[in-house]
């Protein structure tokens, strides 16, 4: 802060308010070219930062303690001094940093051991808030990649007024709301009878601590230093993109005075197939075939892929081989195509058997040649009993009757009870 005034740390206070009227003087943005005006700005108001910091013992001994932090009301400070400005800001003017706007003020030397610095870098802006926003995805457009354009409305700095929000040569007046700070003190209930102060930027001069007159101000933006302008975007998903990955419209969103526009991100979301799922590169689906294609095999089409081509399997069974309930067979190359390359995954079918429905056996004489085509049940090694019993059963029945009504957890009634445990106890059954 005694940089930025061109004091030592031991200066009195008539010292220091010498030092800022110097200041304040030299770079008020009405005493400098029009070109020079917004760097004068920025400078005048870190002058006058500094002077409230350092002229206030409070304030001083907060500075002093917690360093910027202490006054920035998005960090959680005790303020009031407005989050515009924050010691990046002044580094950056006094030295450069990341780049300065430009020489340092007349009068202020350099921090020890690093020289005056005269010159500096180019400031670089500091960059607006990103807009982050899901966008859903078929994967049949994952697949194939997709190209979309649509119409995007957003606020470019104001053309007229170049973002000062006046007419040419209008001069501002402290905002009588926040005292030209920029900020404002509320208080925010944050239980019962219990309230906590906190400081948020003043919403009459938009956090900027001056105002323009309503005939000073710039015709075109209202003295809202920005307008709106509409533009039509392309958004571009390269095929074999997954879901979670982010997609980047460089400089897309809002742009407020003295900083670059952020960005528009949208991040992918994949919605569910019906027919396929996906993991990584590769694809699965189930494929459906009846008890004599698991038998005797197949020639056919069994599923339509993402770009509408047909995949058709030839199984044969010449040496008797039998597909099974469950049984996985691999295609290779028929998966999602993987980015930036000509390679692609593979396709995983699962085998699902649609067995007959309950009476499609007409007569004893299929039955007959249905048990001689198949093979009859396995030998037993085991000794035949001496008591045999022929019993009933129940065709219907299900596993959650496998030990239900007991306590058993190895049954299947334990679902059943974690239901009751969900819905709250029940009344005894006798």
Not at 22 to 40: C, G, I, N, Q, W
Not at 42 to 51: E, G, S, V
Not at 267 to 290: C, M, S, W, Y
Not at 379 to 391: G, L, N, Q, R, Y
């Amino acid at each position: 802060m005694q940089e930025v005034l061109g004091i030592t740390n031991g200066a009195s206070k008539a010292e220091i308010k010498k030092a800022y009227h110097k200041a304040a003087l030299s770079h008020h943005p009405d005493k400098v070219a029009e070109h020079e005006r917004t760097e004068a700005e920025i400078r005048f108001k870190n002058a006058k930062q500094a002077y409230e910091i350092l002229y206030d013992e409070e304030k001083r001994h907060l500075y002093d303690t917690h360093g910027m932090s202490a006054f920035d009301p998005s960090r959680g400070g005790p303020g009031g001094m407005g989050a515009e400005v924050d010691l990046d800001d002044i580094l950056a003017q006094m030295f450069g940093g990341m780049g300065g706007m430009g020489g340092m003020p007349p009068g202020m030397g350099g921090m020890p051991g690093m020289g005056g610095m005269p010159g500096g870098m180019g400031r670089k802006p500091r960059k607006g808030k990103d807009v982050e926003q899901e966008y859903e995805v078929t994967l049949e457009e994952l697949y194939k990649g997709k190209t979309t354009r649509f119409s995007n409305t957003k606020n470019i700095v104001c053309e007229t007024c170049k973002g000062s929000g006046g007419k040419e040569k209008a001069k501002t007046h402290s905002c009588a709301v926040c005292g030209g700070k920029g900020a404002t003190a509320r208080l925010r209930q944050v239980g019962p009878g219990l309230v906590t102060q906190e400081t948020v930027p003043c919403t009459t001069c938009d956090g900027s601590g001056s105002l323009y007159k309503e005939k000073d101000k710039c015709k075109k933006c209202k003295g809202k230093k920005v307008t709106e302008s509409k533009k039509v975007l392309e958004l571009y998903i390269p095929r074999g993109s997954r879901e979670g990955e982010r997609i980047v419209l460089a400089g897309e969103a809002d742009q407020l005075p003295d900083q670059e526009p952020g960005d528009i991100v949208f991040e992918l979301v994949e919605t569910p197939h019906d027919t396929f799922q996906r993991a990584g590169n590769d694809l699965k689906a189930e494929l459906k075939i009846t008890l004599a294609e698991a038998l005797t095999g197949f020639n056919r089409v069994v599923v339509t892929h993402l770009d509408g081509r047909g995949i058709q399997l030839h199984i044969q069974q010449p040496q008797g081989k039998i597909l099974t309930p469950g049984q996985v067979i691999k295609v290779p190359g028929e998966g999602m195509p993987v980015k930036k390359s000509d390679a692609r995954g593979n396709l995983f079918l699962v085998v699902k058997i649609d067995f007959p429905a309950d009476g499609w056996i007409k007569d004893d004489e299929t039955i007959k040649k249905i048990r001689e085509a198949l093979p009859g049940p396995a030998k037993s090694a085991e000794p035949t009993p001496d008591i045999i019993d022929e019993v009933e059963v129940d065709y219907d029945a299900t596993l959650s009757d496998f030990g239900a009504g007991s306590d058993d957890p190895r049954g299947g009634g334990e679902w059943e009870d974690d239901e009751e445990e969900e819905s709250g106890p029940q009344c005894a059954t006798q």
